[in-house]
């Protein structure tokens, strides 16, 4: 592996600096023959690092953030004779509810818990998605950070709060999203976003010239991109979306097309 051609690629500063980390884990993981992690990251970069990794054959490389679909993850890395799962993860769920919801704040925010969090003296890079609900939040977190939270956190803003730690199973995540049918002229993304986000072709066509627009977490700048069932696509500030199931057409001679809605 060789660590200075890989880097080479990356002009944005921050990001080399995560990619260099995520091959020194991956070197650490074949050097110690046992599973090693990077802190967490968007899945974005997650995305792209994978792809840059693909010539490490001889490395199992997953990424995973708690649940299947987290915003925020961590790549694992395992030489390839012993594997590597998601379970294998140490990744951690917090359940944070206020102690007395009569009379602390109703309206938490996840500016609020990200904030007060923090507030401990803890990275960013240790935690991983935050889901409020009108109960608390479910946070997720390297394992050995999240005792540490737990043992610590006792207010998020003014409200004083319990902290659990939850087994993974455990872990209850607020329903975030709503299924719609929609039919489309064809798979373009252009015609699938307006759809989607209730709005013109033209608006559409603007975002995504205007590279405000995300396939799989990658920008994509063609409004003729050709999307397929599982992809995840959003809009810089008005939402998210994944394909689902592609139907037959319809009597005017359109897709029917089931789009998982982010709520």
Known sequence: MNKQEMLKSIGDQEERLLFANALDQAAFALRRHEAQ??????????????????????????SFGGIEDAERRRLGFSPK??????????????????KNKKFGQTDLSHRDYLGSILGLGIERGKLGDIFVSEEGAVCFAEAE?????????????????????????????PKRTESRRVTVASMRLDGILGEALRLSRGKAQMLIRGEK???????VTSASYILKTGDMVSARGLGRFRVG???GRTKKDRIGLELEMYI
């Open 37 to 62: 992690f990077t802190d967490f990251m968007d899945a974005g970069k997650c995305e792209r690092f994978l792809e840059r990794m693909k010539s490490l054959g001889e490395l199992d490389i997953l």
């Open 81 to 98: 004779q012993k594997g590597l799962s998601h379970e294998a993860f140490p990744i951690a769920a917090l359940q944070i509810i206020p």
């Open 145 to 173: 950070m999240a005792e540490y939270i737990a043992a610590n956190l006792d207010k998020v803003s003014k409200t004083a709060v319990l902290v659990t730690k939850l087994e993974k199973a455990q872990a209850v995540v």
């Open 213 to 219: 627009v995300n396939v799989n977490w990658a920008t």
């Open 245 to 247: 199931e592609v139907g």
